[in-house]
């Protein structure tokens, strides 16, 4: 069954996607939980457009998914951006297993990694970046963020700054090895860890070139493989925070949920909240720059992708 057999009625991929694929041109898929649910107004608003010029300065095409009245926007405009930052209306912070009731009640909502992912796979698109994958929740080795079990079913590559640091992160890496999904360092053999550069994690795969990374995936696509790829991509140095500091506000951040009896889907987005006003902002601008670092790689990575495809394609 072909993609737009299926998916016709609720994906509506915009004109300049849609000739993007046809053309074998560089996309870049972007999220939209960070505007709707990630970030406060103006900043998620500012931080959108920032995505979206950073990969078109690399000469990549960007497309922001998100779901407006129950469809499965690829590629969102300039006014379906703005509506979703204002928060105008009520809109639902959208993973997989949202989806089919998202849709039927016509509902508004960002996208997680893993309802973005699922969404840009169904779409056509390689690649996605993003800030920081979810993962297993500290002190709640059940808690496994549902972007684990998209990767392990999913193949599109994942460009982030690793998992986020409120996380268990040698949990995370245990999920994601049963799940049969590579993590690749780019430029590190240790893991990111979203806020600072590395977390003394070790990882069994590093590159340190864009081409080497589209090589892999075209790898992963000849042998049939149904797995996503993590890109785990450190923070640029001048905008990391230190270990310690950043550390020790997610200790009290992560207390302050448990004492307010926050917990589910509502936990990242509060503990993250909070360690934005104990580090006055800090966090906010080292997610901004973490988050464009990405666009800035997975564009590259998706340009030597496109040269790969063209290349098979003439000979």
Do not use: W
């Not at 640091?165 to 860890?193: C, F, K, N, R």
């Not at 990405?294 to 990575?301: G, H």
Request: aromatic residues 2%; proline residues 5%.
């Amino acid at each position: 069954m072909s993609h737009a057999s299926y998916h016709a009625e609720t994906l509506q991929v915009s004109d300049e996607v849609r000739a993007a694929l046809a053309a074998n041109q560089p996309l870049v898929a972007l999220e939209s939980a960070l505007i709707t649910h990630g970030l406060p107004y103006p900043q998620n608003l500012e931080t959108s457009r920032e995505l979206e010029a950073a990969v078109r300065d690399a000469a990549a095409i960007p497309a922001t998914i998100a779901l407006i009245a129950g469809r499965c926007v690829i590629g969102l405009s300039a006014a379906q951006c703005e509506a979703l930052a204002k928060r105008d209306t009520p809109a639902r912070k959208i993973s997989v297993r949202d989806l089919p009731t998202a849709i039927a009640q016509q509902s508004n909502g960002g996208t997680t990694v893993a309802a973005t992912m699922r969404l840009a796979h169904l779409a056509g698109l390689r690649i996605f970046a993003t800030g920081g994958i979810g993962g297993v929740t500290r002190g709640a080795p059940f808690d496994i963020s549902a972007d684990l079990i998209e990767l392990g079913r999913t193949p599109i590559a994942v460009v982030c700054a690793g998992a986020k640091s409120i996380l268990d992160l040698p949990a995370t890496l245990e999920v994601l090895e049963t799940q049969g999904v590579p993590v690749i360092g780019y430029g590190t053999s240790e893991l990111p860890a979203f806020f600072a550069r590395s977390s003394g994690l070790p990882l069994a795969a590093r590159m340190d070139s864009p081409a080497e990374i589209a090589s892999a995936m075209q790898a992963a696509d000849q042998l049939g493989l149904h797995q996503g790829m993590v890109i785990a991509n450190p923070i640029p140095e001048d905008a990391a925070l230190a270990g310690e500091a950043i550390e020790a506000h997610i200790a009290q951040a992560l207390a302050d949920a448990e004492a307010e009896g926050v917990r589910g889907a509502a936990l990242t987005p509060a503990v993250l909240s909070r360690v934005a006003k104990l580090s006055a902002g800090e966090s906010i601008n080292a997610n901004r720059a973490l988050l464009l670092n990405n666009a800035r790689l997975a564009s590259a990575i998706a340009i030597e992708l496109s040269k790969l495809d063209a290349s098979a394609t003439s000979s």
